[in-house]
């Protein structure tokens, strides 16, 4: 009996994955796949810079350093962090936006804010999960940012495939 209930959570988590595998190079692109009414196709990070870089303008305003970029590991983080602290040395006021894949599983956003000398980052994620112990350890311990959770206690995400 014991067998057979595990037999089922592990298909029903396959299912799962199965329906997020990533595409090859044959597979339609996010537009075709949109107009084909295929709203499981599995966005890549290229696919989530495009969206968030047209409908945010690359996070540009006037008067502010502003940049953005899409991640998908915490060295990748590392190395975006380095060099943003590089830039900010001259500046007053600078922010970097980040939207970042963990494990390849789930989109989170993280925005650096500088401003008089101090480093803050806010985390945010759709299922409302603290910022992973590694991830605050990085910002905190390695290059001084504060991390700020920003946590609502109302997830905005209850599944497994509506990601960010």
């Not at 101090?118 to 994620?125: C, F, Q, R, S, T």
Request: proline content about 2%; hydrophobic content about 35%; aromatic content about 10%.
């Amino acid at each position: 009996m014991l067998q057979e209930e595990v037999k089922g959570e592990v298909n029903d988590k396959l299912a799962v994955f199965n329906a997020r595998v990533k595409r090859n190079s044959e597979d339609e692109t996010l537009e075709e796949a949109t107009a084909k009414g295929n709203y499981a196709y599995w966005l890549s990070q290229e696919d989530i810079a495009d969206i968030a870089r047209l409908h945010y303008n690359n996070y540009k305003r006037v008067g502010v350093s502003s940049e953005f970029d899409v991640l998908g590991s915490i060295l990748q983080l590392s190395t975006r962090i380095e060099e943003f602290k590089l830039k900010t040395r001259y500046l007053e006021v600078a922010r970097l936006t980040l939207v970042i894949n963990l494990a390849n599983l789930h989109w989170v956003a993280l925005m650096i804010s500088y401003q008089n000398g101090n480093y803050l980052g806010y985390y945010v994620d759709s299922k409302d999960n603290s910022l992973p112990v590694d991830y605050y350890q990085l910002l905190l311990d390695h290059f001084q940012i504060q991390p700020i959770s920003l946590r609502t206690d109302a997830p905005q995400q209850t599944d497994e495939y509506n990601c960010g």
